[in-house]
């Protein structure tokens, strides 16, 4: 079992930034691969980022693609992600969410573990 638990949304001024965290615990091999996605009301949800723990590889939807950045602490288990030049179409919950390898790590993969989501509010 992984535990996951987010901080750090909340409401920002377009053009603005926010970072959230992302503290993981629990079986290690299941959260090699830590994904973030969010899904606004009436919407599908959506991939943002992913990132391989082991090697560093991030993977970014276009979207958010050059104004979002996902890191990694190995040592904390926390996942960060760096949101910069923030849109109101931004606005959404946002969830961390981790799964193992066995089919790669990338934002199509099955992620069977999830946070609770934080929610990050954009105004225009």
């Known amino acids: 079992q992984v535990q996951l638990v987010e901080s750090g949304g909340g409401s920002v001024q377009a053009g603005g930034s926010l970072r959230l965290s992302c503290a993981a615990s629990?079986?290690?091999?299941?959260?090699?691969?830590m994904g973030w996605f969010r899904q606004a009301p009436g919407k599908e949800r959506e991939g943002v980022a992913a990132?391989?723990?082991?090697?560093?590889?991030?993977y970014y939807s276009d979207s958010v693609k050059g104004r979002f950045t996902i890191s990694r602490d190995n040592a904390k288990n926390t996942v960060t992600l760096q949101m910069d030049s923030l849109k109101p179409e931004d606005t959404a919950m946002y969830y961390c969410?981790?799964?193992?390898?066995?089919?790669?790590?990338?934002?199509?993969?099955?992620?069977?573990?999830w946070g609770q989501g934080t929610q990050v509010t954009v105004s225009s």
């Open positions: 629990g079986d290690t091999y299941s959260r090699y691969c």
């Open positions: 990132m391989h723990r082991l090697t560093g590889t991030a």
């Open positions: 969410a981790a799964a193992g390898l066995s089919r790669g790590c990338h934002l199509g993969v099955n992620f069977p573990y």
